[in-house]
């Protein structure tokens, strides 16, 4: 491929000025991300589902036994008292919901990385549509994590409006 600028002759003689196109950091940036976020969520839901039927505090146990964590202290109790509370049911529903976000992940990183504006809008819409959840989640536990996800999440949204916007006067300034 050609850079801007360059010309190529053909056998006619012929010169043609073909561009190259250039990627956009950012969007592949935030589209790697997503694409991230989807093998995270599907492997949430995979767990989820071989989980099921299964006994989730014997399991627990286990774990903390390779993790060389005391099985009989406070942090294992903890948690073998509430997955005491998730049925096979629950879990069915965490596996399906964590599937359903990693296919949305997967459809936002893919259309991000192929620089597609029906993604950006979508990502868009997304981030956006889940900020009031976060922020709720800051005011009812606030962390270190939690502030950090929102932060990001308010950067990525940030920089898709930009560019969005920039993406827009640049077809206003060449249609004129």
């Given at each position: 491929?050609?850079?801007?600028?360059?010309?190529?002759?053909?056998?006619?003689?012929?010169?043609?000025?073909?561009?190259?196109?250039?990627?956009?950091?950012?969007?592949?940036?935030?589209?790697?991300?997503?694409?991230?976020?989807?093998?995270?969520?599907?492997?949430?839901?995979?767990?989820?589902?071989?989980?099921?039927?299964?006994?989730?505090?014997?399991?627990?146990?286990?774990?903390?036994?390779?993790?060389?964590?005391?099985?009989?202290?406070?942090?294992?109790?903890?948690?073998?008292?509430?997955?005491?509370?998730?049925?096979?049911?629950?879990?069915?529903?965490?596996?399906?919901?964590?599937?359903?976000?990693?296919?949305?992940?997967?459809?936002?990183?893919?259309?991000?990385?192929?620089?597609?504006?029906?993604?950006?809008?979508?990502?868009?819409?997304?981030?956006t549509a889940?900020?009031?959840?976060?922020?709720?989640?800051?005011?009812?536990?606030?962390?270190?994590?939690?502030?950090?996800?929102?932060?990001?999440?308010?950067?990525?949204?940030?920089?898709?409006?930009?560019?969005l916007g920039?993406?827009?006067?640049?077809?206003?300034?060449?249609e004129d």
């Amino acid at each position: 491929m050609e850079e801007v600028g360059t010309a190529s002759e053909h056998k006619t003689g012929a010169i043609h000025k073909r561009a190259a196109r250039h990627h956009d950091s950012g969007l592949l940036t935030i589209g790697l991300f997503k694409l991230a976020e989807a093998v995270f969520f599907f492997l949430v839901g995979a767990g989820a589902i071989h989980f099921i039927h299964r006994d989730l505090g014997d399991s627990a146990v286990r774990l903390a036994e390779r993790l060389r964590i005391d099985p009989d202290g406070r942090l294992v109790s903890y948690v073998i008292d509430h997955l005491d509370a998730i049925t096979a049911q629950r879990l069915k529903q965490i596996g399906v919901a964590t599937f359903f976000y990693a296919a949305l992940r997967v459809t936002e990183g893919v259309g991000l990385v192929m620089e597609q504006v029906w993604a950006e809008y979508l990502t868009v819409g997304v981030t956006t549509a889940f900020l009031p959840w976060e922020v709720y989640e800051i005011a009812r536990r606030p962390d270190w994590v939690r502030v950090c996800l929102l932060l990001a999440n308010l950067v990525v949204l940030a920089y898709l409006v930009w560019w969005l916007g920039r993406s827009r006067r640049t077809e206003t300034t060449a249609e004129d």
